[in-house]
């Protein structure tokens, strides 16, 4: 409850809890903790849309750590544009990330970024860290699935994991010779699972303390894409003709 707040506190945002998809990889209906979306029409019938799909986790006691490589991936706009949407959404997303200012605007929440994550235990059992990836991974794509089945549809669907413990990163030294843990309030995942693309899937973990932040993020991304709505006509002009 407090997570949907924290994105209908007079964002300007369309909240939704307790949603429910399809899983891609099952077909069975699954339940994401938090859809939040912002959209503008374009055309009769037709919106575009950015929206974020949120998977909430208790884990004090249990923090979450994701492992980065020595150096970090570069940010391409290749990269960038690798997020779930319809097909009309990707052309869009990737004819934005062309402007200098959404291009920024999507760089300036990438500060951190890791390849694998997993929660510390001492007991073997279920990982909590990467089934909550995947699942926010796949409502994304489920969430992309549905609206491409809405004619008119361009939508662009980040995932995020919002936890209420501590995150922490961990990375060999320069040397090779020792692991480095730090603590930190959000970092990126690069999620690779087949059926959430080719590419790696940009996946957000937020702790409840940065969540103020994060959504500040969103919104300010989501309000830059939407005022290139001129190029969401010309990505659905586009993918109608296919």
């Known amino acids: 409850m407090r997570v949907a707040r924290a994105f209908g506190a007079g964002r300007g945002l369309s909240v939704v809890q307790g949603d429910y998809f399809q899983d891609p990889e099952t077909s069975k209906p699954r339940d994401i903790d938090v859809v939040a979306t912002r959209s503008l029409g374009i055309e009769t ?14 884990n004090k006691g249990r923090p979450f750590i994701a492992f980065k490589g020595i150096q970090q991936p570069m940010v391409t706009i290749d990269l960038l544009a690798q997020q779930p949407g319809t097909h009309a959404g990707r052309k869009w ?16 929440t990438l500060a951190i970024r890791a ?3 997993t929660q510390a ?31 008119g549809q361009v939508t662009v669907v980040l995932p995020a994991v919002v936890i209420d413990g501590q995150l922490f990163t961990a990375q060999l030294n320069p ?32 702790t409840e303390k940065a969540l103020s932040d ?29």
């Open 115 to 117: 390849y694998a994550v």
């Open 175 to 206: 040397d090779g010779d020792d692991v480095e843990v730090v603590e930190v309030d959000q970092v990126q995942l690069l999620w690779r699972y087949p059926h959430v693309g080719d590419w790696p899937t940009i996946v957000s973990l937020v």
């Open 45 to 58: 019938e037709s919106s575009a849309t950015v929206a974020c799909t949120v998977e909430c986790k208790a």
């Open 214 to 242: 994060f959504v500040t993020d969103f919104v300010t991304l989501a309000e830059t894409l939407l005022a290139h709505v001129d190029e969401a006509r010309r990505a659905l002009s586009d993918s109608l003709r296919f």
């Open 93 to 108: 997303l990737r004819r934005c990330l062309m402007n200098e200012s959404v291009y920024k605007a999507r760089l300036e």
């Open 121 to 151: 235990s001492e007991e073997r059992g279920q990982d909590t860290a990467y089934e909550a990836c995947h699942s926010a991974a796949k409502s994304a794509v489920a969430l992309a699935n549905r609206s491409e089945k809405q004619l």
